[in-house]
T-cell receptor, first 114, second 112 residues
């Protein structure tokens, strides 16, 4: 079965650079979530989108922005990178009308800021 | 505010024994709660969820118990297997809100 695809899987950037992460949800899933997970930490909710509109916002820094496109894929843009942005970034998707707590997560994108 | 947290960061059990992982929450507005499993280097994987109007739900080898009086959630894993070794996260959300909040994970280690 198709899963959530994230790219790139690994990314190394310098401080103050910009990075873009991409997420391709499971086909027919209309809702996308972004999470940030630092080493030994729980996944922190950043932002979610439903039908290309921002749905909920969590602890996403102002330096970050995200959007969902017409084909439902999503991109997380991170600017003025800081050392503390080094983390695993997960994308998850689901069909909004499924009234369960099940999100389908991708394998994550590991960002290292040097 | 929303807060979901766990009592213990690590738990070691013998293979074949039952495991119980506990979680406390503070947001009474949550109308469903979840448990996820995360293996090393992988994304979180859904295990089971429970609505706030329930106090128990069973899945395959897992049972989730919800005690709203003391704001406590637990995950019971029966006959633990080596493949159960992972970090387990509890979480909660509000129906209609596209936001799922996770608490601090518990690392479950299965001893042979």
């Amino acid at each position: 079965a198709a899963g959530v695809i994230q790219s790139p899987r690994h990314l190394i950037k310098e401080k103050r650079e910009t990075a873009t992460l991409k997420c391709y949800p499971i086909p027919r899933h209309d809702t996308v979530y972004w999470y940030q997970q630092g080493p030994g930490q729980d996944p922190q909710f950043l932002i979610s989108f439903y039908e290309k509109m921002q749905s909920d916002k969590g602890s996403i820094p102002d330096r970050f922005s995200a959007q969902q496109f017409s084909d439902y894929h999503s991109e997380l843009n991170m600017s003025s990178l800081e050392l503390g942005d080094s983390a695993l970034y997960f994308c998850a998707s689901r069909v909004r009308q499924t009234y369960t707590g099940e999100l389908f997560f991708g394998e994550g994108s590991r960002l290292t800021v040097l | 505010g929303e807060s979901v947290g766990l009592h213990l960061p690590t738990l070691s059990v013998q293979e074949g024994d039952n495991s119980i992982i506990n979680c406390a929450y503070s947001n009474s507005a949550s109308d469903y709660f979840i448990w996820y499993k995360q293996e090393s280097g992988k994304g979180p994987q859904f295990i089971i969820d429970i609505r706030s109007n329930m106090d128990k739900r069973q899945g395959q080898r897992v049972t989730v118990l919800l005690n709203k009086t003391v704001k406590h959630l637990s995950l019971q894993i029966a006959a633990t297997q080596p493949g159960d070794s992972a970090v387990y996260f509890c979480g909660g959300g509000i129906q209609g809100a596209q936001k799922l909040v996770f608490g601090q994970g518990t690392r479950l280690t299965i001893n042979p």
